[in-house]
């Protein structure tokens, strides 16, 4: 993985192995933090054709880049690499202006951790007696506890290095997901040590801690006046003369001044303190991430400090999430982060302010004949890699897009988006229909608004991390054009959208499948009214939802039988006759040029009055649609048929 200077996010399901990577990376300054469950089971359990010769072992790579200019003297990067340096690169890498000669240093870190080789022979002997995975387990357990060690190399050769050099190069703090108000006070001391080794600022603690005793000495000068006497007249009444020692009586303070500075919490309202483990987590929280950014003091080229948390948004309100996001995304877009940042979340409260750049996506593969781990940078993936723009147009528009709710997806395993709001609500509830498991299966619905599938599909085309992706879409068709022609049902079949075939054409990746209205609707709401005409109670009562109570009273009276509309007609409210007048007008002609189709054409001109009225009220019917009790039976299962196409693709994703 190639990681950002600044801020890093990593994103992906329940273990995918966001925790395995900074531990990884915790690794570099606290290599002792390792025990026999950080070895691949999935190898181990596979022994008897993968380690019967050679004992398994973990090697991580870890390579830097730094650059270094000519003229900068106070630069000790140089020192701290030099035994990892790759020195080939060196001269490739050199870039000379007028000013000053800069250098792109490679450096790289190879650390294994392996069985000693005195005891190799020790081990194949002992692996070929092994008969069951238990037994290995066990015996690689006490292998690993008496016999394992670090080594670390450049990469390039096998000579050994000391693994003090590499420890010392970073400065790696760890902020897990469980936090106290004790996290804070650490880092508070942290600082003050660091105040403290300033030589000047040392002799001016030291005169202040001599100055302290002479005052104490005085206050209990009683006391030590009265111990010493008592230890004067001893006279080896209890045997301290014979041995040689007498007893003192002195001052000398003790004092620590990292546990003499305290944080507390002050109500701003009353004016009063409390300890700050007697305030909440949030805020706690906050406290502690801000101070471990804000009071690190890292000079460039001395100091390279690396901050690891783990699931900031812990006991966070999504709003301070995003609060405190937006702060360290800001201090990363100005180059003021001082460090190198890694953050695991689950939070898309978090990923909707970091930025696109910042995010890596791992993902753990469990379906293949080999589980493996895949990962991928949103920066890398986002970067077209030919004369196209797809990527880049996709990338500027997440940017502006990708809220909170959209960020979802990221998070997801399957994907399923959507135009609308009404698909997205009445999805679940077609799902739970049909027996598909919406929230095992970790589902994402999201809606686009609009026909801009293709900047969201561009997240996962190519990219190692497989994540399934359905597009339900509306093919838009228009049964009435604008100069009164009127369209067949034989042009609808043989109809394709012009967003449908550019999508089609462009995703060809297993992953991806598209889906839209095939009953003879051009939308999601008249394709569902459609599937539903045949069941009189629902369509009726689907056909109300956004009606006037005029026009609710004379399809009440009606039915859905275009001859008695027909009839009937003057008796339609004023508002609607016209409409409904031009619609009736429709159906005459189109039985007329294809009479085989004359109970299409009813449904048809029906599910498209439901559609002029439900068009400014989609999300209201759809609410309508699983909150009204009519429309669900006496165990709670909605009673509308899932429209053909929408079953199709969640067919294919359940798969």
């Known amino acids: 993985m190639e990681f950002n200077e600044g801020l890093n996010v990593i994103i992906g399901a329940n273990n995918s192995g966001k925790t395995g990577l900074i531990h990884a990376i915790r690794l570099l300054s606290s290599p002792s933090d390792i025990n026999i469950n950080d070895f691949n089971k999935n190898n181990l359990i596979n022994y008897k054709e993968k380690y019967i010769d050679e004992a398994p072992s973990i090697r991580i790579e870890y390579d830097i880049q730094h650059e270094i200019f000519e003229g900068d003297t106070t630069d000790e990067s140089i020192l701290k690499l030099l035994p990892f340096l790759g020195m080939e690169k060196m001269a490739e890498s050199r870039i000379s202006t007028e000013k000053d000669t800069k250098y792109n240093i490679f450096a790289t870190i190879q650390a294994t951790f392996c069985l000693d080789s005195k005891f190799t022979e020790e081990?194949?002997?002992?692996?070929?007696?092994?008969?069951?995975?238990?037994?290995?387990?066990?015996?690689?357990?006490?292998?690993?506890?008496?016999?394992?060690?670090?080594?670390?190399?450049?990469?390039?050769?096998?000579?050994?290095?000391?693994?003090?050099?590499?420890?010392?190069?970073?400065?790696?703090?760890?902020?897990?997901?469980?936090?106290?108000?004790?996290?804070?006070?650490?880092?508070?001391?942290?600082?003050?040590?660091?105040?403290?080794?300033?030589?000047?600022?040392?002799?001016?603690?030291?005169?202040?801690?001599?100055?302290?005793?002479?005052?104490?000495?005085?206050?209990?000068?009683?006391?030590?006046?009265?111990?010493?006497?008592?230890?004067?007249?001893?006279?080896?009444?209890?045997?301290?003369?014979?041995?040689?020692?007498?007893?003192?009586?002195?001052?000398?303070?003790?004092?620590?001044?990292?546990?003499?500075?305290?944080?507390?919490?002050?109500?701003?309202?009353?004016?009063?303190?409390?300890?700050?483990?007697?305030?909440?987590?949030?805020?706690?929280?906050?406290?502690?991430?801000?101070?471990?950014?804000?009071?690190?003091?890292?000079?460039?080229?001395?100091?390279?400090?690396?901050?690891?948390?783990?699931?900031?948004?812990?006991?966070?309100?999504?709003?301070?999430?995003?609060?405190?996001?937006?702060?360290?995304?800001?201090?990363?877009?100005?180059?003021?982060?001082?460090?190198?940042?890694?953050?695991?979340?689950?939070?898309?409260?978090?990923?909707?302010?970091?930025?696109?750049?910042?995010?890596?996506?791992?993902?753990?593969?469990?379906?293949?004949?080999?589980?493996?781990?895949?990962?991928?940078?949103?920066?890398?993936?986002?970067?077209?890699?030919?004369?196209?723009?797809?990527?880049?147009?996709?990338?500027?528009?997440?940017?502006?897009?990708?809220?909170?709710?959209?960020?979802?997806?990221?998070?997801?395993?399957?994907?399923?988006?959507?135009?609308?709001?009404?698909?997205?609500?009445?999805?679940?509830?077609?799902?739970?229909?049909?027996?598909?498991?919406?929230?095992?299966?970790?589902?994402?619905?999201?809606?686009?608004?609009?026909?801009?599938?293709?900047?969201?599909?561009?997240?996962?085309?190519?990219?190692?991390?497989?994540?399934?992706?359905?597009?339900?879409?509306d093919n838009d068709f228009k049964w009435f054009n604008d100069d009164g022609e009127n369209c067949l049902f034989k042009e609808y079949l043989e109809y394709e959208a012009p967003h449908l075939k550019k999508l089609i054409s462009r995703y060809k990746f297993n992953e991806f499948k598209i889906v839209t209205q095939i009953k003879g609707g051009s939308t999601f709401e008249d394709e569902l009214f459609i599937e539903n005409f045949k069941n009189e109670d629902i369509v009726s009562s689907l056909f109300g939802l956004p009606l006037s109570d005029t026009m609710k009273e004379f399809c009440k009276n009606n039915g859905f039988s275009i001859n008695d509309w027909i009839k009937n007609k003057e008796l339609i409210d004023g508002r609607s006759i016209k409409l409904i007048s031009k619609y009736l007008d429709c159906y005459k002609k189109k039985i007329e040029l294809d009479p085989e189709n004359q109970e299409f054409y009813e449904k048809l001109i029906f599910s498209k009055l439901f559609l002029h009225y439900a068009s400014n009220k989609k999300g209201d019917v759809a609410l309508s649609l699983i909150t009204d009790k009519i429309f669900f039976d006496d165990k709670d299962i909605s009673k509308l048929i899932v429209p053909g196409y929408i079953m199709e693709g969640l067919e294919w994703l359940n798969q």
């Not at 995975?133 to 390039?156: E, S, V």
């Not at 000579?159 to 760890?174: E, G, H, P, R």
């Not at 007249?233 to 620590?256: A, F, H, R, V």
Request: net charge negative.
């Open 123 to 473: 081990y194949k002997k002992e692996v070929q007696d092994i008969s069951n995975f238990d037994d290995y387990f066990l015996m690689l357990n006490r292998y690993i506890n008496d016999h394992y060690l670090w080594i670390y190399t450049n990469g390039k050769t096998e000579t050994n290095i000391d693994s003090k050099l590499a420890k010392k190069i970073f400065d790696i703090q760890y902020i897990n997901a469980e936090r106290t108000g004790t996290d804070v006070a650490i880092e508070i001391k942290k600082d003050i040590s660091s105040l403290l080794k300033d030589s000047e600022k040392k002799r001016e603690y030291d005169a202040l801690i001599s100055e302290l005793n002479d005052n104490l000495k005085k206050l209990l000068e009683p006391s030590i006046t009265k111990m010493s006497n008592l230890f004067n007249y001893e006279k080896n009444e209890i045997g301290l003369e014979k041995g040689n020692i007498s007893i003192t009586s002195q001052i000398n303070s003790k004092l620590s001044a990292e546990d003499s500075y305290i944080t507390e919490v002050k109500d701003t309202k009353f004016n009063y303190n409390l300890p700050l483990v007697y305030n909440g987590l949030g805020y706690n929280n906050l406290v502690n991430i801000y101070m471990s950014i804000k009071l690190s003091d890292v000079k460039k080229g001395k100091d390279f400090k690396i901050l690891c948390l783990e699931e900031p948004e812990a006991h966070l309100h999504p709003a301070m999430q995003y609060k405190l996001f937006k702060f360290i995304s800001n201090l990363n877009k100005s180059n003021k982060l001082n460090q190198q940042v890694f953050v695991t979340t689950h939070s898309s409260n978090i990923t909707a302010v970091s930025g696109l750049d910042s995010m890596y996506i791992i993902q753990y593969d469990r379906q293949g004949e080999v589980s493996d781990c895949f990962q991928q940078s949103l920066k890398h993936q986002l970067t077209d890699k030919d004369d196209s723009t797809f990527k880049s147009d996709a990338k500027n528009h997440l940017n502006k897009f990708l809220d909170v709710t959209r960020s979802d997806m990221l998070f997801a395993d399957k994907i399923i988006l959507v135009e609308g709001i009404a698909e997205k609500i009445l999805l679940p509830i077609f799902m739970e229909k049909l027996g598909y498991p919406y929230e095992d299966d970790h589902i994402s619905i999201v809606e686009i608004g609009g026909k801009h599938f293709e900047y969201f599909i561009e997240v996962f085309n190519g990219n190692p991390v497989k994540k399934k992706i359905l597009c339900i879409t």
